[in-house]
């Protein structure tokens, strides 16, 4: 069974510019969540999708961020325009049920705003 | 607000002593543990679990244990490996916060050959 798979793995832009991050779930899980830890500090949660739908946006920081999922498999996650701030790694995590059940990572995407 | 935290943030151990790495959490309502190990370059990998009906979990050389009393999460690895060497990372959920995961910061182990 294939993992979770992001990409890009590492991105460097400059502020003011637009970013689309992507993340693959391991086929059949219909909820995905993305995550973002911001260096030296706790993985903070951004969303969770529930197939297409967004069960939980209370994590995403502003509007700056927008996440998408259409059709239900893989999702994007898009900051436009991108601040220093926004630097960190973000990942995204795939789960075949909702609440108590394993959440499983991918590897992360490295984004560094200049 | 959530609050999960780990009481170090850096441990060393000598490979094939046992490392204890712990976690608090202050939701009372949390009902679901996972220990997440991330290891450089790589996304965190599930270890173990535990539910809150539970007190004491074990795996292959590790062991979690929860004490919901004073809301602390353990996690003991026995015979240290340098392969051992990573982030680890306590996660909660609860149903009054809609399921979703809070982390610690991390607590980084270093295994000394």
């Known amino acids: 069974e294939a993992g979770v798979t992001q990409f890009p793995s590492h991105s460097v832009i400059e502020k003011g510019q637009t970013v689309t991050l992507r993340c693959d779930p391991i086929s059949g899980h219909d909820n995905l969540y993305w995550y973002r830890r911001v260096m030296g500090k706790e993985i903070k949660f951004l969303l969770h999708f529930v197939k297409e739908s967004k069960q939980d946006e209370s994590g995403m920081p502003n509007n700056r961020f927008l996440a998408e999922r259409t059709g239900g498999t893989y999702s994007t996650l898009k900051v436009q325009p991108a601040e220093l701030e926004d630097s960190g790694v973000y990942f995204c995590?795939?789960?075949?049920?909702?609440?108590?059940?394993?959440?499983?990572f991918g590897p992360g995407t490295r984004l560094t705003v200049l | 607000g959530e609050s999960v935290g780990l009481h170090l943030p850096t441990l060393s151990v000598q490979e094939g002593d046992n490392s204890i790495i712990n976690c608090a959490y202050s939701n009372s309502a949390s009902d679901y543990f996972i220990w997440y190990k991330q290891e450089s370059g790589k996304g965190p990998q599930f270890i173990i679990d535990i539910r809150s009906n539970m007190d004491k979990r074990q795996g292959q050389r590790v062991t979690v244990l929860l004490n919901k009393t004073v809301k602390h999460l353990s996690l003991q690895i026995a015979a240290t490996q340098p392969g051992d060497s990573a982030v680890y990372f306590c996660?909660?959920?609860?149903?009054?916060?809609?399921?979703?995961?809070?982390f610690g910061t991390g607590t980084s182990l270093t295994v000394i050959p």
């Open positions: 996660a909660e959920s609860s149903p009054n916060t809609g399921n979703q995961f809070y």
């Open positions: 995590a795939s789960s075949r049920q909702i609440g108590t059940d394993t959440q499983y």
